[in-house]
């Protein structure tokens, strides 16, 4: 009662009278007068409630001096009172400093200055003190009104979500009130848990299963969608199983269907392929340990069978009570699985990782699985030791003799009813549709039942009797049953052999029948007595019932009836549910095969592309060579022709300049005549140039561009023998190796334009002389007087022009001349790799190619060397998977057999 009054400041009335209607400073100012009057006064106590009506009236600082003066047993509540009129006044530091200097035993005292200073730094924003003092409260005080609802507040408000859940389990733990494991799982549902660690909630869920066992079971689905997502989940799988397994777990009322349930899922998902099998190994049995325990009676077969096929391909990691524990239940549980479709699903989830490493289906075996899963129609092999009885009864059992005669004693014949005729060859990793006439002419010797053949045929005992005649090699052909016929044998629902009367069933058959008999002991054997000599008295042979065959139509129908009835009544579901599991089984074991000869392939195409970038390398440095020597042929033969024709050139113009001294004569204009014969000259240069050397020349470029043509033709067979080469190497026509030819248009149309006309430009031959130069130099006189004898004009021409060096005109004329064509010269090399450019590109797009291959494969290769792991693991989950569905259906079929017995 006074903490209360402490706590509200309201001490101070229970110093006045109930009935004393003054005001209380006047009342306890008389009691402090009286006090004083006292031989020992001691006026603490007035002096407290003195302050408190002080601090009510907001006088804070008379209140304070008041408490300053307090100096008995109410001195710590005076000093948090002091502090409390500092806080008023917002004097932050004073208070913060008497709060704290306060030494006292009291719980409510250290409670509410906890309290106060929690207050203090919230209103100073000071959120990380304002944390501790909570924190200390709860942990001081945790019945203390309010405080663990205002530590909550706080908590979520500052968004501190680990203090919030932290404070929800230590309060739920403590007090076992179950709004704390509410208020947990709506912490862990908004994703506030993502962060810690699993065996943070162990005590919390201990408390919530023994008080309620939907909110633990409620509380732990919560915390496994939380951890799901995150990387963390193995963690949370790992440790929640372990506290699981040392949990004390008695038989209860309640059923944990929806944990089951994800326990269910989680299983599912990490039998998926996603995981190695040392990751499951480590992870699987706790699990498979833990489920057990909580799983109901409907689907208690399933963690029980799982943890059979677990021990069967990972051995020594159950404990002897746990295989006791599941064996109990596996043989006392009720079997609510469809193994069937489960199957399926596990067929479809093989079928997809095959298809996504690049591995081949077994074509035959998917064939021989659909048929096993085809319950409306029994499926009845036929087998014999003679391929002659065996023909001659199928031809007459199904007449269909031109269908049943061949040559494929090695083969399997599977005959089923159809509207119209289809057949399907199926090899292991090969389908093809035949025609009637392919079939009939194929041969088939090798390796007994390795190929089988769907013949679909509008036969009518096949529809009526619901039937599908397997038709299967001589058992003579092989020294044992091979995998392939076994196989072959597995889909059977009955087996007739077929023994022809007049040979009968020596010793050494009489063992291979005895052989299937132990290898098969579930399929249903008759022996079909064929011949007109047959004995009907004899009713059983080997333990198998004889049936007489005398090629008759009422044998015929009577035979396929007694099947049919036979099937109809002992009509064996969970047998082709085994079938069809063995059938998956032999598919995991051929990936398995695959991945051998998968590195054996590895390391030969690594090898043959190696050899391909060899010899790419090589052609390439072939074609470089090639077109180097091209360049040099027809750029050497290009400039033969220039410099034959510019020889004819430099010779035959001074010839014609010479000659041009015939045409001067005394009635010459002397004083114009180098003029005349300048321009005479150059129209004969002009003229020679046209019609005799350009003609010349044109012709032996002619020439050039059919020797051009020919090496370029012959560089284009070397080219394409090269294609035709590695396409051999490659498989098919991978290389096209083109040229372009049109560079032979360009150089043509080139020449065409530059051949149609020379464009001559008159040169300077006699103008840098005058007249009376000539004179000059054909007198070896100084001019100085008129001279009127025109002989000696003609004749110092005449000597001028025959002796005169045309040389350097010539050399011009000729320079000018070849001008045009230089250019057709030094493109030569340009246009000769232009036309092998394209070439050129996809021998190097080859080299680069296979150069990518060459990596890709060596990485492939290190990667199945180095992690075997990560091919090999998903095949044994698929087979633990596959391992459980047997497990499953043999309990299945053993409860039925039970039930009909």
């Given at each position: 009662?006074?903490?209360?009054?402490?706590?509200?400041?309201?001490?101070?009335?229970?110093?006045?009278?109930?009935?004393?209607?003054?005001?209380?400073?006047?009342?306890?100012?008389?009691?402090?007068?009286?006090?004083?009057?006292?031989?020992?006064?001691?006026?603490?106590?007035?002096?407290?409630?003195?302050?408190?009506?002080?601090?009510?009236?907001?006088?804070?600082?008379?209140?304070?001096?008041?408490?300053?003066?307090?100096?008995?047993?109410?001195?710590?509540?005076?000093?948090?009172?002091?502090?409390?009129?500092?806080?008023e006044l917002a004097i932050y530091p004073e208070a913060e400093s008497i709060y704290q200097s306060i030494n006292t035993e009291s719980l409510t005292l250290r409670t509410e200055v906890l309290l106060q200073l929690f207050s203090l730094y919230i209103q100073q924003e000071k959120y990380q003190n304002a944390n501790q003092m909570i924190k200390k409260m709860v942990k001081l005080n945790p019945d203390y009104p309010n405080v663990t609802k205002l530590a909550r507040s706080f908590f979520e408000k500052q968004e501190d979500w680990q203090s919030a859940m932290e404070l929800a389990i230590q309060e739920g733990v403590r007090t076992e009130n179950l709004s704390w494991f509410e208020l947990l799982k709506s912490y862990i549902k908004n994703g506030h848990a993502k962060q810690q660690l699993p065996n943070f909630f162990?005590?919390?869920?201990?408390?919530?299963?023994?008080?309620?066992?939907?909110?633990?079971?409620?509380?732990?689905?919560?915390?496994?969608?939380?951890?799901?997502?995150?990387?963390?989940?193995?963690?949370?799988?790992?440790?929640?199983?372990?506290?699981?397994?040392?949990?004390?777990?008695?038989?209860?009322?309640?059923?944990?269907?929806?944990?089951?349930?994800?326990?269910?899922?989680?299983?599912?998902?990490?039998?998926?392929?996603?995981?190695?099998?040392?990751?499951?190994?480590?992870?699987?049995?706790?699990?498979?340990?833990?489920?057990?325990?909580?799983?109901?009676?409907?689907?208690?077969?399933?963690?029980?069978?799982?943890?059979?096929?677990?021990?069967?391909?990972?051995?020594?990691?159950?404990?002897?009570?746990?295989?006791?524990?599941?064996?109990?239940?596996?043989?006392?549980?009720?079997?609510?699985?469809?193994?069937?479709?489960?199957?399926?699903?596990?067929?479809?989830?093989?079928?997809?990782?095959?298809?996504?490493?690049?591995?081949?289906?077994?074509?035959?075996?998917?064939?021989?699985?659909?048929?096993?899963?085809?319950?409306?129609?029994?499926?009845?092999?036929?087998?014999?030791?003679?391929?002659?009885?065996?023909?001659?009864?199928?031809?007459?059992?199904?007449?269909?003799?031109?269908?049943?005669?061949?040559?494929?004693?090695?083969?399997?014949?599977?005959?089923?009813?159809?509207?119209?005729?289809?057949?399907?060859?199926?090899?292991?990793?090969?389908?093809?549709?035949?025609?009637?006439?392919?079939?009939?002419?194929?041969?088939?010797?090798?390796?007994?039942?390795?190929?089988?053949?769907?013949?679909?045929?509008?036969?009518?005992?096949?529809?009526?009797?619901?039937?599908?005649?397997?038709?299967?090699?001589?058992?003579?052909?092989?020294?044992?049953?091979?995998?392939?016929?076994?196989?072959?044998?597995?889909?059977?629902?009955?087996?007739?052999?077929?023994?022809?009367?007049?040979?009968?069933?020596?010793?050494?058959?009489?063992?291979?029948?005895?052989?299937?008999?132990?290898?098969?002991?579930?399929?249903?054997?008759?022996?079909?007595?064929?011949?007109?000599?047959?004995?009907?008295?004899?009713?059983?042979?080997?333990?198998?019932?004889?049936?007489?065959?005398?090629?008759?139509?009422?044998?015929?129908?009577?035979?396929?009836?007694?099947?049919?009835?036979?099937?109809?009544?002992?009509?064996?579901?969970?047998?082709?549910?085994?079938?069809?599991?063995?059938?998956?089984?032999?598919?995991?074991?051929?990936?398995?095969?695959?991945?051998?000869?998968?590195?054996?392939?590895?390391?030969?195409?690594?090898?043959?592309?190696?050899?391909?970038?060899?010899?790419?390398?090589?052609?390439?440095?072939?074609?470089?060579?090639?077109?180097?020597?091209?360049?040099?042929?027809?750029?050497?033969?290009?400039?033969?022709?220039?410099?034959?024709?510019?020889?004819?050139?430099?010779?035959?113009?001074?010839?014609?300049?010479?000659?041009?001294?015939?045409?001067?004569?005394?009635?010459?204009?002397?004083?114009?005549?180098?003029?005349?014969?300048?321009?005479?000259?150059?129209?004969?240069?002009?003229?020679?140039?046209?019609?005799?050397?350009?003609?010349?020349?044109?012709?032996?470029?002619?020439?050039?561009?059919?020797?051009?043509?020919?090496?370029?033709?012959?560089?284009?067979?070397?080219?394409?023998?090269?294609?035709?080469?590695?396409?051999?190497?490659?498989?098919?026509?991978?290389?096209?190796?083109?040229?372009?030819?049109?560079?032979?248009?360009?150089?043509?149309?080139?020449?065409?334009?530059?051949?149609?006309?020379?464009?001559?430009?008159?040169?300077?031959?006699?103008?840098?002389?005058?007249?009376?130069?000539?004179?000059?130099?054909?007198?070896?006189?100084?001019?100085?007087?008129?001279?009127?004898?025109?002989?000696?004009?003609?004749?110092?021409?005449?000597?001028?022009?025959?002796?005169?060096?045309?040389?350097?005109?010539?050399?011009?004329?000729?320079?000018?001349?070849?001008?045009?064509?230089?250019?057709?010269?030094?493109?030569?090399?340009?246009?000769?790799?232009?036309?092998?450019?394209?070439?050129?590109?996809?021998?190097?797009?080859?080299?680069?190619?296979?150069?990518?291959?060459?990596?890709?494969?060596?990485?492939?290769?290190?990667?199945?060397?180095?992690?075997?792991?990560?091919?090999?693991?998903?095949?044994?989950?698929?087979?633990?998977?596959?391992?459980?569905?047997?497990?499953?259906?043999?309990?299945?079929?053993?409860?039925?057999?039970?039930?009909?017995?």
């Open positions: 009662m006074l903490e209360k009054q402490f706590i509200t400041k309201t001490y101070y009335r229970s110093l006045i009278h109930e009935n004393d209607s003054r005001h209380p400073i006047e009342i306890l100012g008389e009691l402090f007068a009286e006090e004083e009057q006292k031989e020992f006064p001691d006026a603490s106590e007035i002096r407290f409630a003195q302050g408190e009506v002080y601090f009510h009236n907001k006088d804070y600082e008379a209140a304070i001096f008041k408490w300053e003066n307090v100096h008995n047993e109410l001195e710590p509540w005076a000093k948090k009172n002091i502090a409390d009129a500092y806080l162990f005590d919390a869920l201990t408390v919530a299963r023994k008080n309620a066992p939907d909110l633990f079971e409620q509380l732990v689905i919560a915390l496994w969608n939380n951890y799901e997502t995150e990387q963390e989940f193995f963690q949370w799988l790992k440790a929640f199983n372990t506290y699981l397994k040392n949990l004390g777990w008695e038989e209860e009322d309640y059923s944990y269907n929806f944990l089951s349930k994800k326990y269910k899922e989680t299983y599912d998902e990490l039998m998926g392929g996603s995981y190695s099998l040392k990751q499951l190994t480590d992870m699987i049995p706790d699990l498979l340990n833990a489920w057990i325990k909580i799983v109901g009676k409907e689907e208690e077969v399933l963690p029980s069978s799982a943890i059979f096929a677990w021990n069967e391909i990972v051995p020594d990691r159950f404990q002897a009570d746990a295989l006791k524990i599941a064996e109990k239940i596996l043989f006392n549980a009720e079997v609510n699985v469809d193994v069937l479709e489960k199957s399926k699903d596990l067929n479809i989830v093989i079928d997809n990782w095959t298809d996504k490493h690049n591995l081949d289906h077994n074509i035959r075996i998917q064939a021989l699985s659909r048929q096993s899963l085809d319950f409306h129609h029994q499926l009845t092999g036929v087998i014999s030791f003679n391929h002659d009885t065996k023909t001659g009864f199928l031809n007459h059992f199904l007449q269909e003799e031109m269908v049943v005669r061949n040559n494929r004693e090695g083969a399997v014949s599977i005959y089923k009813y159809s509207d119209e005729m289809k057949i399907i060859q199926y090899r292991d990793y090969q389908e093809q549709e035949l025609s009637l006439d392919q079939y009939m002419a194929s041969m088939e010797r090798g390796k007994p039942a390795k190929i089988c053949y769907e013949v679909n045929v509008p036969n009518q005992l096949l529809e009526r009797n619901q039937l599908v005649i397997v038709e299967l090699p001589e058992l003579n052909r092989a020294s044992g049953l091979t995998d392939a016929f076994i196989e072959t044998m597995q889909i059977l629902d009955s087996l007739l052999v077929v023994v022809d009367v007049n040979q009968g069933l020596p010793e050494s058959r009489q063992k291979w029948i005895e052989m299937i008999q132990q290898q098969f002991p579930q399929l249903k054997t008759y022996f079909i007595q064929v011949g007109t000599d047959a004995n009907e008295e004899t009713k059983s042979y080997l333990g198998a019932e004889v049936f007489v065959y005398d090629y008759t139509i009422e044998h015929r129908e009577k035979l396929a009836d007694f099947l049919t009835t036979d099937w109809q009544q002992n009509k064996l579901v969970h047998q082709r549910m085994k079938k069809y599991l063995f059938l998956i089984q032999k598919k995991i074991r051929n990936l398995f095969d695959q991945r051998m000869k998968m590195k054996s392939q590895l390391e030969e195409t690594i090898q043959s592309k190696q050899d391909l970038a060899r010899k790419v390398n090589g052609a390439i440095n072939q074609l470089e060579d090639l077109i180097i020597e091209k360049i040099n042929m027809i750029r050497k033969s290009f400039i033969l022709a220039n410099e034959e024709t510019r020889k004819e050139l430099v010779n035959d113009i001074p010839v014609i300049l010479k000659a041009t001294a015939k045409t001067i004569t005394k009635k010459r204009d002397f004083q114009r005549i180098h003029i005349e014969l300048n321009d005479e000259m150059n129209k004969k240069i002009e003229t020679y140039l046209n019609e005799e050397c350009m003609p010349k020349f044109l012709s032996r470029i002619r020439d050039w561009l059919v020797l051009c043509e020919t090496e370029l033709k012959d560089g284009k067979t070397f080219l394409d023998e090269i294609a035709e080469g590695f396409n051999s190497l490659i498989g098919f026509d991978r290389l096209q190796l083109p040229c372009d030819f049109m560079i032979l248009e360009d150089w043509e149309r080139d020449i065409d334009r530059l051949t149609s006309g020379v464009n001559y430009e008159p040169v300077n031959i006699l103008l840098r002389y005058t007249p009376r130069q000539v004179l000059l130099k054909s007198a070896g006189k100084v001019f100085g007087k008129i001279i009127q004898n025109k002989e000696m004009f003609v004749n110092g021409f005449k000597q001028l022009i025959e002796t005169g060096n045309y040389g350097p005109i010539v050399e011009t004329i000729a320079d000018r001349f070849f001008t045009p064509f230089h250019l057709i010269e030094q493109g030569i090399e340009r246009d000769l790799r232009l036309f092998f450019k394209n070439a050129f590109e996809e021998l190097k797009g080859l080299a680069e190619e296979t150069d990518k291959e060459i990596n890709e494969k060596t990485m492939e290769l290190v990667e199945m060397k180095e992690n075997p792991e990560a091919f090999r693991d998903p095949l044994k989950i698929f087979e633990i998977t596959r391992l459980q569905y047997k497990y499953i259906l043999e309990i299945d079929e053993m409860a039925y057999s039970q039930v009909n017995s």
